[in-house]
């Protein structure tokens, strides 16, 4: 098994034992990811980050991924300094920068773009979120934070909450979950329910019917994890009504009260108003340990990818 050149543009490209494999390989870059021990494994590499959408997490723990692992990354976040404000098309962009680094990283509004990139490139390229669509990175680190939180992820009863129609942190998810045999729960406002595409891949591929609910208390009681994720206001067109399903969506101690006493709650990040501030300091938030997790997986699949590892 070898991921050596290989592009990730969503979750359906890695099979189960490659995800195993990419997780396993983060375990022994833990205490690099810390910066205890120094690595030179890609000393001479460069990776480039383009970041067409915001992002803190992604970006910074890519380039921390990438340069505890010896290499150094170029890119930009937000066009308006590019050639794209002149208006260069993403095709040219790409042709462009594979011929100044090794792996490319594409953050795009656009569903289908970081595919299209990939099509171009001859260097790997990884999709760091396209639209509503995929992310698959970010799935790899859920999972991983998943295993070191609860021990493992077969059997649990893991609650997907937000916007489970334009949030592609869920939909990446919601497939690997169904791949590592959770049994998953889907929690959402009326009209953002998880689409059917992803529902028929879960029912077909490992013979899954997640539980799904718009009702919050009746949807977390059974609950193992929490992965809560915030309204994609973004992507409305009518920002009020994502504002009004925001208020409607909020986890606090007392929701939490009525949850398992082992239960923990994962978030991509960033959180808005999804989370009560009071939660951050309960022992089951466990989202900024999340958020470090980042840094191994991604130094486990830049490695893996250049064939270093
Ligand atoms: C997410 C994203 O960009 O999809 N953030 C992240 O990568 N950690 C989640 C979000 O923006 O809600």
Not at 9 to 14: K, T
């Amino acid at each position: 098994m070898s991921l050596k050149g290989r592009d990730i543009i969503s979750i359906r490209d890695l099979k189960k034992d490659e995800v195993e494999l990419i997780l396993d390989s983060a375990e022994k870059m833990e205490s690099y990811a810390r910066g205890e021990k120094v690595l030179k494994l890609m000393e001479g590499k460069i990776l480039g980050t383009l970041f067409f959408e915001p992002s803190t997490r992604t970006r910074l723990s890519f380039t921390a991924a990438m340069q505890r692992l010896g290499g150094q990354v170029m890119g930009f976040s937000g066009t308006s300094v590019t050639s794209i404000a002149k208006g260069e098309n993403l095709t040219d962009t790409i042709r462009t920068v594979e011929r100044y680094c090794d792996i490319i990283v594409i953050r795009h509004p656009l569903e289908g773009s970081a595919r299209l990139a990939a099509e171009v490139s001859s260097k790997p390229v990884i999709n760091a979120g396209d639209g509503a669509n995929q992310h698959p990175t970010q799935t790899l680190l859920d999972l991983y934070t998943i295993k070191k939180v609860k021990g493992r992820i077969k059997g649990l009863n893991i609650a997907l909450l937000g916007d489970l129609k334009y949030a592609r942190t869920m939909r990446s998810l919601a497939c690997a979950l169904a791949m590592f045999d959770a049994d998953l729960t889907l929690i959402s406002p009326r009209g953002l329910e998880m689409t059917s595409d992803i529902l028929s891949e879960i029912e077909n591929n490992y013979g899954k019917k997640p539980f799904q609910t718009n009702d919050i208390d009746a949807g977390l009681r059974k609950a193992d994890v929490i992965y809560i994720c915030r309204i994609q206001k973004e992507r409305f067109e009518d920002k009020y009504e994502a504002e009004k399903m925001q208020k409607a969506f909020r986890i606090t101690p007392e929701v939490l009260s009525q949850c398992k006493d082992e239960v923990a709650i994962l978030h991509p990040l960033p959180k808005v108003t999804e989370i009560d501030p009071r939660v951050d300091e309960m022992k089951c938030a466990k989202y900024f340990d999340q958020t470090f997790y980042g840094v191994p997986v991604r130094m486990a699949l830049l490695a893996l990818i250049s064939g270093v590892m």
